[in-house]
């Protein structure tokens, strides 16, 4: 095939270098014409806006309910902790894990 492997007479460049190219003239243009035109939307409203909840028509409908005694639970394991005070006895666990910068060393 004589276009893969051209013989020294077809090749335009025999050594196998390659010639540099002019420099293509680029023709001004105006990026105006380029830029797509500006399109305005009907609804100017910022994200921040169209996500809030519409309220209108149901102010009197919002209301924050009471707290009864009936309508929370209280964890079994979290009244064993407050009776217990095991959570207000933190300083003594975590006391052998201080450490003691101006020595270097932990804390008795």
Known sequence: NPTSNPTPSTNPNPKGRNRRRSKQKIKEFNLDEL???????????????????PTE???????????????FELKHGLLT???????????????????????????P
């Open 35 to 53: 830029s797509p035109p500006i399109i305005t939307m009907i609804d100017q409203r910022t994200m921040a806006q169209l996500l809030q909840a």
């Open 57 to 71: 028509g149901y102010e009197d409908s919002i209301v924050v309910p009471a707290i009864t005694a009936d309508n």
């Open 81 to 107: 902790l407050v009776q217990n005070k095991q959570f207000l006895d933190m300083t003594k666990k975590t006391r052998m894990l201080t450490f003691d910068i101006s020595t270097r060393s932990l804390l």
